[in-house]
C-alpha cells in the first residue's frame, strides 16, 4: 500500500541527469543558444576574476565583454574546447586568464607603460573570487525557483519560514519558533520545523540537479557538492 503524502511535504520529483555544460557546447544543435546562456551565466564570475587580478572597474568590463564576444559568442571557444583537460568551469578560466594576459601584452604595443594598462597588485585570489561569485549566482538561481515552486503548488508558509528562520540574516537570535509560528499562522514548532525541512530537502534536490549539469559521474557531482559548500564555508574542499 503506498504511503500517503504528509500535507506538510513540498513533494516534487528529483529531475533526471541533465547532459553536461560539455555536452551542450561540443553537440548540441542550438550552439548559439548555448553559448549565449553561458555568457549570462559566467559573465559576472569572469568579472570578478579579472578585478581580482588587479584590474580597474571599467577596464575589467572591458576585457570581460571582449572575452565572451570574442571568444565564447565568436565561437574560438567552441574550437579549442576538450573536455579531456577537466571540468568546463576550469577550462573556462584558463581561457579567461590567457585572454586577459595576451590583451594586456597587446596594449602595451601600442601605448607607452604608463599610461597602458596592466595587472596591479591583487588583494584577493582570482581564482577564488570566481569561485565565489560563481556560487553566489548559483545559490541565487536555485533559491528563485525554489521559491516559485512553493508558490505553484501552494506552499507559499513553507517559503516564508524557510525564507525567515534559515536565510535572514537580520533575524533576531534569541527568537523563538513559537513567534514565527504565530506570525505565519503555523500550529505549532514540530509543524514548523517538519515544513522547513521539507523545503531544505527540496532545495538540496534543486541544487543537485544544477550540479549535475557540472559532472558526468556521481563521483564528479559529490565534489562539486563539497566545492559549492567550501566556498561559503572558507575552507578548501576536500579532495
Request: charged share 30%; with cysteine.
Amino acid at each position: 500500500m503506498a504511503k500517503p503524502r504528509d500535507a506538510t511535504s513540498l513533494g516534487g520529483e528529483e529531475r533526471a541527469f541533465p547532459p553536461t555544460e560539455w555536452t551542450w557546447l561540443l553537440h548540441c544543435p542550438q550552439r548559439d543558444a548555448v553559448l549565449a546562456e553561458l555568457c549570462r551565466k559566467y559573465w559576472k564570475p569572469v568579472y570578478c576574476y579579472l578585478r581580482s587580478m588587479g584590474l580597474g572597474n571599467e577596464q575589467a568590463k572591458d576585457l570581460a565583454q571582449g572575452f565572451f564576444t570574442d571568444k565564447v559568442l565568436g565561437q574560438d571557444l567552441v574550437h579549442k574546447a576538450d573536455r579531456e583537460k577537466g571540468r568546463f568551469r576550469s577550462f573556462l578560466l584558463r581561457s579567461v586568464h590567457n585572454y586577459a594576459v595576451s590583451a594586456l601584452r597587446s596594449s602595451k604595443t601600442s601605448a607607452s607603460l604608463e599610461t597602458a594598462p596592466d595587472i596591479g597588485t591583487a588583494a584577493e585570489d582570482p581564482e577564488a573570487e570566481f569561485n565565489r561569485a560563481w556560487a553566489d549566482q548559483l545559490l541565487h538561481e536555485v533559491l528563485e525557483e525554489l521559491e516559485q515552486e512553493c508558490r505553484q503548488r501552494g506552499k507559499l508558509t513553507h517559503w516564508q519560514l524557510f525564507q525567515e528562520w534559515l536565510l535572514e540574516p537580520e533575524m533576531e537570535t534569541n527568537r523563538a519558533m513559537s513567534e514565527v509560528c504565530l506570525k505565519y499562522g503555523v500550529a505549532d514548532a514540530s509543524t514548523a520545523y517538519h515544513m522547513i525541512e521539507n523545503v531544505k530537502r527540496r532545495f538540496r534536490a534543486l541544487l543537485r540537479g544544477r550540479l549535475s549539469a557540472l559532472a558526468d559521474s556521481e563521483q564528479g557531482i559529490e565534489t562539486e557538492i563539497r566545492e559549492f559548500i567550501a566556498v561559503f564555508s572558507g575552507r578548501p574542499a576536500r579532495k
